[in-house]
């Protein structure tokens, strides 16, 4: 079986069997990044270029690095270094990417659509990297990964997405991705941080954090956008913290086997004390390290490898 | 030259509907009625049952010059005008430099003159530089011939000021447009807040940011006794709000725009720049409200919001592309589609196209009454045709109906007496 799509830009139009692909197709790259020589030919001779317009250490390299392993040549593109100063549209400095035959490109951008305007313009195969407040595809399937790993099946799996969902693109991957997978959602955050009518989209919000912790099997932390202080979302860090802030204390409302997600960068203290994202129940190196196994799965299958 | 046009169905709202014949003299129209003769050298028109119809009046286009003719001129804007059947159009002053002195009023209707097609009437600035601070010179503009002032674009956002707009537009019978968004609460947005811009990720603009404007403009229309155009409503609040205004005797007229009566917040799937646009498309909720303001006469107009932008700004995503679209050559069929579906009879929607945006503004235009500028429009209420962007007039091809079937084509459109547009040949 393979993936029977030019581009990967949003989970919401995925079935079950194509997300189930690409986490069993992870599973065999996984083994790869524990040998002692840590590369398989599969891309030799692609080459994939990271398209990033927004600074991103961690899913560049874990793509980077993904690629690499496949054997691809990897070029990193980043605004600042490229001509999208002199004013190039998001589609010509793509076509010029392009014209290099580039057989994948993987895209972060600001702007939600960005990837999708990009596919539609382009052959290469585009792979979302994530785009403004929309989808985080890879994010999201990381942590899919990452909670199948702990033995825990989907179907009826009670998971808490805690924090900004209005401007989270983790968020609406994980909300379209669990959903479809059977998960029961529940979203945690306070009023102006819940999107206009979200719970049409499947998921049950709370305001109250213990509530929505209560019984829970997976408690997912958003990052808070230190910068959004300030702008009427919320009035203080401290007042943030105190009540959507995962405390160890809070961590015991949830079912005890209980696993503490982050996609990070974390701000410890605020949205996650300290000794709980070192815990035990913290899976979010564990996360860091599914991303490569995952984003070469699939770079694997978009490359037609597959 | 004198010109009778003969044999045309003829719909004056309020004034002559029925079989008949129109005859031009001396650039105005000479008489209406059954069986008229022709005078000695006249040219006659035979149309064949078509409609004959006063020039259509748009109140609210972008002709974008000066400062932006890579998107559309006062002649090419012009030539849209009259391809759509619109004989006169009311021009928004965010230009650059922004409509806001007699300069730039006389030098938009120097070029319209050198354009020699449609009415160009320009609006004028209500603030300086449209930044919502100081009142722009209006008793100039208004001396200089600007028929209405706006902020358009970019609102009146400070209250007393806007207050003091209305009072000094009192002094020279100029009605106040204004286009309704609280900047604050619309904030980065770029579609209709909903669950369309949930589900895409893209920051919304409440219908909200609409309706908060479209009250604190009631209310200060109510206190100075101003005369107070809403530009472009699209949300059934506004619809509500305005009726009910109308009927406490505020003096005040609302306009709606094709696209708010045909489209939805749905047409924003996979991130269309062709369907951004400022009022943004709401839900169905919203577009059966402006229906029925249109229907029960809350809403009096049908303007367009012409607003020509080039394809590559159009390209650039989503969030960067700019609103607006253009609509002078669609907007008559997708008038006419309220006909076929029963929402307004064939006059009504003659009347709000022609007759009650000339009264909104106090414009001597929209009539075919005996001695009134000769500015007609023959079409065809049958003929079908596709919209092709390719083939419009204007500079810019940014619609979200190519490739629509529509009905309603116009034949021909005379301005003071003179033929300026005919269907050519190839599209007969």
Known sequence: MSLKRKDLLSLAPLSVDEITLILETADSFKEVTGREIKKVPALRGKTVVNLFFEPSTRTRTSFELAAKRLSADVINFSPSASSVVKGETLLDTARNIEAMQADIIVLRHSSAGAAETLAHGVKSSVINAGDGWHEHPTQALLDLYTIRQRGMGFEGLRVAIVGDVSHSRVARSNIYALTKLGADVRLVGPPTMMPWGVEKLGPKVYYNMDEGLRGVNVIMMLRLQLERQGRALFPTIREYARLYGLTAERVRLADPGAIVMHPGPINRGVEIAPDVADSLSSVILDQVANGVAVRMGILYLMSGAG | ?428
Request: hydrophobic share 40%; net charge negative.
């Open chain 2, 1 to 428: 030259m004198p010109i009778l046009i003969k044999g045309g169905r003829v719909i004056d709202p309020g004034r002559f509907v029925g079989m008949g014949d129109v005859l031009i003299d001396q650039g105005k129209i000479a008489a209406v009625g059954p069986n008229l003769s022709a005078h000695a050298g006249s040219t006659t028109i035979q149309v064949h049952g078509q409609l004959v119809l006063p020039g259509f009046v748009d109140l609210h286009v972008h002709f974008r010059e000066p400062g932006f003719e890579y998107k559309e001129t006062i002649q090419s804007g012009s030539a849209a005008a009259v391809a759509g059947g619109f004989t006169t159009v009311c021009c928004m002053p965010n230009t650059d430099p922004v409509n806001d002195n007699q300069a730039v009023t006389e030098f938009i209707l120097e070029r319209a003159r050198l354009a020699g097609l449609a009415n160009v009437f320009p609006v004028g600035a209500i603030t300086k530089g449209s930044e919502g601070k100081e009142l722009a010179e209006i008793g100039d503009l208004r001396r200089s011939g600007c028929v209405a002032i706006s902020d358009d674009g970019k609102p009146v956002m400070n209250s007393l000021v806007m207050r003091r707009a209305m009072e000094y537009a009192l002094a020279f019978d100029l009605t106040v447009v204004d286009h309704c968004e609280d900047l604050y609460l619309a904030e980065g947005g770029c579609m209709n807040e909903g669950l369309v811009s949930t589900e895409l990720g893209l920051p919304g603009i409440p219908a909200a940011a609409e309706d908060v404007m479209v009250a604190r403009n009631l209310f200060l229309s109510e206190l100075t006794g101003a005369r107070l155009h809403l530009a472009h409503i699209s949300t059934a609040g506004s619809v509500r709000m305005v009726r009910e205004a109308k009927a406490r005797g505020i003096k005040v007229t609302a306009e709606a725009c094709p696209h708010h009566f045909t489209l939805t917040e749905e047409l924003v799937r996979g991130y269309n720049t062709h369907a951004k646009m400022n009022p943004p498309l709401r839900t169905w909720d919203d577009v059966h409200a402006i229906k029925e303001g249109l229907r029960d006469g809350t809403i009096d107009a049908i303007a367009t919001d012409h607003a020509p932008h080039a394809t590559q700004e159009k390209q650039q995503d989503f969030t960067e592309a700019p609103f607006g679209i253009v609509g002078l050559e669609t907007a008559f069929s997708l008038t006419l589609g309220l006909v076929e579906e029963g929402v307004l009879s064939l006059e009504k929607a003659v009347e709000k196209l022609t007759s009650a945006p000339a009264a909104a503004f106090g414009l001597k235009k929209g009539t075919l009454a005996v001695g009134a500028d000769a500015d007609v429009v023959i079409v065809d209420q049958h003929e079908q045709w596709e919209v092709d962007p390719s083939k419009f007039r204007s500079k810019s091809r940014n619609t979200p109906f190519g490739g629509w079937k529509v009905k309603g084509r116009v034949k021909k459109t005379i301005v003071g007496g003179r033929v300026v547009f005919e269907t050519s040949p190839a599209e007969r």
